[in-house]
């Protein structure tokens, strides 16, 4: 099974960090607690900052949740670094459609990946970063 890339769960833990942190948070700063290159933190800070997530200022400024936690699910970083430009979770190839397997792959298979989809975001749609930052806490 082909896994949603670890963009997703270090943009979580970026998003996670900015609110849980009182002091402003760098892309080094961020880049200590997940554990990764600070790069790839700017660039995943990048991502969030096109999705309108976080307000990132110029030098040692630091990044902010443009939101409040309890108003940025986790599918709205899903949408924000994981969905691809047609917005399907599974690739799906182009069988032959003359073929009678092929006609089923395309219209059945098609329907049950999209509902799998349709499932995951509804899931993901309930759970926000302050949910996870209480946990975290408990």
């Known amino acids: 099974m ?18 849980g942190v009182s002091k402003e948070c760098t892309g080094d700063f961020i880049a ?13 800070m990048a991502m969030l900052k096109k999705a309108d997530l976080i307000e990132i200022r ?23 670094v994981d969905v691809s430009a047609n917005e399907e979770l599974f690739n799906f190839h182009q069988p032959v459609i003359a073929c009678r397997i092929g006609q089923a ?20 749609k309930q759970v926000t970063i302050k949910q996870l930052l209480m946990e975290a806490e408990e």
């Not at 890339?5 to 998003?15: E, F, G, P």
């Open 2 to 19: 082909k896994q949603i890339s670890s963009r997703y769960t270090i943009a979580v833990h970026i998003l996670s960090f900015i609110a």
């Open 32 to 44: 200590e607690s997940v554990n990764s290159n600070p790069v790839i933190i700017r660039k995943m």
């Open 58 to 80: 110029r030098g040692v400024g630091g990044a902010s949740l443009k939101r409040p936690a309890e108003d940025i699910t986790l599918l709205d970083v899903y949408q924000a």
């Open 105 to 124: 792959m395309d219209t059945r298979l098609r329907k049950e990946l999209k509902e799998a989809q349709s499932a995951l975001e509804h899931r993901l």
